[in-house]
């Protein structure tokens, strides 16, 4: 390989790794926001499915060694050390390996964890409270801002051991559809209807919920495929630029 077509090679392994730290810091923070959000659906789940958190640090752990990754290949492709670069290859090897495993697994099992996830959130309905305020609130705010009530229809909150167990006509206020006529207007917990009617939406919030889950498996998936290409294109260029280095030269290597 001619010097011009190294230099470029060496450049251009540069700049995927670059690409590849990137990538990797977004699916490391795609992550930490999973751990740590509870503001949104995910945080309902988290609480009563230890799979979501295992997802989450699995996320963190492949983020945060192709960041690593990333950084090692810069440094072997800008020097040109060969045993950095191998070991670049082979890493980069086994997290695409890892990757395809996992992504399998998840297409494999989406319809048990669909399963699993309109468990979690029936059993939270039934034994809602409106105290909790990880899952609970979360889900008050899912329903208030999705306007819809109950998992597959508002009926589901008939279960509910308050609700049954009380003479009062109570419902979930995160349920209250404000476009209808009524007094008792609050974010959580349980509200009083006094009318024949109650003033609630009458659609559940699967179908809202699982169009949220898509969407933002979209954004996970958009990610991941693009840190594959740029794996593959890292594994290549290293490879090219690892056989054109004929002997190690460690006195490119910056001293501090």
């Not at 077509?5 to 977004?26: D, E, M, P, R, S």
């Not at 980069?92 to 395809?100: D, E, F, G, K």
């Not at 959130?121 to 034994?127: A, E, S, Y």
Request: aromatic share 12%; proline share 3%; net charge neutral.
């Amino acid at each position: 390989m001619g010097k011009g077509c190294i230099t470029v090679t060496k450049y251009f392994l540069f700049l995927f790794n670059l690409l590849f730290f990137i990538f990797g810091a977004l699916i490391m923070g795609f992550g930490l926001w999973v751990l740590f959000d509870n503001q949104s659906f995910i945080a309902v789940l988290q609480e009563s499915s230890d799979t979501v958190k295992v997802a989450s640090y699995i996320l963190i752990a492949v983020g945060s060694l192709s960041m690593a990754m990333g950084f090692f290949g810069c440094i072997g492709a800008i020097y040109e050390i060969r045993c950095l670069l191998g070991l670049y290859f082979t890493c980069l090897l086994l997290i695409l390996i890892a990757q395809v495993t996992a992504g399998v697994s998840i297409y494999l099992q989406r319809e048990p964890l669909k399963y699993e996830m309109a468990k979690i959130l029936k059993d939270m309905i039934i034994n809602y409270t409106g105290e909790n305020r990880t899952t609970e609130h979360t889900w008050d705010y899912v329903q208030r801002t999705m306007k819809c009530c109950g998992w597959t229809s508002p009926g589901n909150w008939s279960e509910n051991v308050l609700i049954k167990n009380n003479s009062e006509n109570l419902y979930p206020c995160s349920c209250r559809n404000v476009s209808l006529p009524g007094t008792d207007i609050r974010e959580v917990g349980m509200c009083e209807h006094l009318s024949p009617e109650t003033p609630i939406y009458q659609t559940g919030c699967a179908a809202s919920v699982e169009k949220w889950l898509l969407d933002n498996c979209g954004v996970i998936l958009g990610i991941c495929v693009g840190v594959a290409v740029i794996q593959l294109l890292g594994m290549i260029l290293s490879m090219c630029l690892c056989k054109s280095v004929v002997q190690e030269d460690y006195t490119k290597v910056p001293k501090y």
